[in-house]
């Protein structure tokens, strides 16, 4: 029987402080021992999004607590600990160091091997906590700061087929909620208010739909929203129907641009036979999952959501890359640093600003 892992991961790159504890089982998946999150959303909520002083300030005060609560929980010493995982980026510096400073501490003394763990790599991989899921599988990563279509070959490789030339979705939902005055965080209050709106009733603009690949575009929809938010004089009913509407809208993008993905990814990888998994904050939505999941009968592929609870940030996720690459011997030094921006696939043409051609 070949030895099961066992790791401490750490993630502070954005507004939750989290620590879990993993271990690897006879599946091929993961035991979650503990997977504990604090989210900051009461110190931004009056905000209305996250301010980085304070979001590092919470960390701080957050971090040893939340670690000391993990292993608790998780009824694992650091001495049974087979390595420490932490995300190094992308993500706010004044976070991120936090989180991977305490990680590399604690390595460290205990003298265990440290994996930096690209927070993406994170949600690429969330999935395999409860799936075994075969390489190569596309990846759609729906999250705050992130919009993009990839193979994920294996770990560490991965090749961008097309991201957002502007906003995130989950930027998007944000700025939606903030213009209707939904509150915060805007993903799911965007989501409730959708439910009692007329998802027909605002013609909304969906950009860059017949051109640019399955390359995403959320800036012009934004603006759309916020010119009939100014219209809509605090009317209750039209409000919801605008929040219906900009999902609804957002459903329709998602839904051409995941199937000329799938083409693509066929092509690439030369089979008929697609996985497709779908992680990020935004992959909460049940209305993007049943779009998708309407797709996925329509043309035939497999599509894979991870669990609710490790869609938005955890630590679980960071645990779980730091293991698979712990395998693969991809260790770090704890002299590394974080990162503000860190993409999947390295060699993908940056597709932000003027100058940009379709
Ligand atoms: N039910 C939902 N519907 C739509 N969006 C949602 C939902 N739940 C959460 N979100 C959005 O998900 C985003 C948060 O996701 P996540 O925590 O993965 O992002 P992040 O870590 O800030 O960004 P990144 O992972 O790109 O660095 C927020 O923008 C939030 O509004
Ligand atoms: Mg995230």
Not at 245 to 261: D, E, G, P, V
Request: with cysteine; glycine share 8%.
């Amino acid at each position: 029987m070949t030895k099961k892992n066992t790791f401490l991961g750490i993630e502070t790159s954005c507004d939750e402080t989290a620590a879990a504890v993993i271990r690897e089982n006879d599946k091929g998946t993961a035991d979650v021992l503990s997977n504990i999150v604090s989210s900051q959303i009461s110190e931004h909520k009056k905000f209305g999004g996250v301010v980085p002083e304070l979001a590092a300030r919470a960390h701080l005060e957050n971090i040893d607590y939340i670690i000391k609560a993990a292993l608790e929980e998780s009824k694992v010493s650091l001495n049974e600990i087979d390595g420490v995982a932490a995300t190094a980026g992308p993500g706010l510096i004044v976070c991120l160091t936090v989180g991977l400073n305490i990680a590399k501490s604690i390595a460290a003394f205990s003298n265990k091997p440290f994996v930096a763990v690209n927070h993406l790599e994170g949600h690429a991989l969330s999935p395999g906590l409860e799936n075994n899921i075969e390489f190569p599988y596309l990846l759609l990563l729906i999250s705050g700061g992130h919009s993009q279509f990839l193979i994920v070959k294996d770990v560490n490789e991965y090749e961008q087929l097309g991201t957002t030339i502007d906003d995130a979705l989950g930027e998007a939902f944000d700025k939606t909620a903030k213009m209707l005055d939904l509150g915060y965080p805007g993903g799911p209050s965007v989501e409730k208010a959708s439910e009692l709106g007329d998802k027909n009733f605002f013609k909304l603009p969906e950009p860059i739909i017949n051109k640019a690949g399955c390359n995403l575009s959320f800036a012009g929809l934004k603006t759309a929203v916020l010119r009939e938010s100014k219209k809509i004089n605090g009317n209750k009913k039209l409000k919801f129907d605008l929040a219906a509407s900009f999902q609804n809208t957002i459903n329709k993008i998602l839904f051409k641009k995941t199937k000329i993905a799938i083409e693509m990814f066929k092509k690439n990888i030369n089979s008929s036979n697609v996985n497709l998994v779908v992680a990020g904050g935004v992959a909460a939505n049940i209305s993007i999952r049943e779009n998708l999941k309407k797709l996925s009968k329509e043309i035939g592929f497999k599509v894979i959501y991870p669990n609710l609870k490790f869609c938005g940030d955890n630590a679980a996720m960071i645990a779980w890359a730091g293991i698979k690459r712990f395998k693969k011997k991809l260790l770090n030094e704890i002299d590394v640093n974080a990162r503000s921006r860190w993409p999947l696939d390295e060699n993908a043409p940056y597709m932000k600003g003027p100058g940009l051609k379709l």
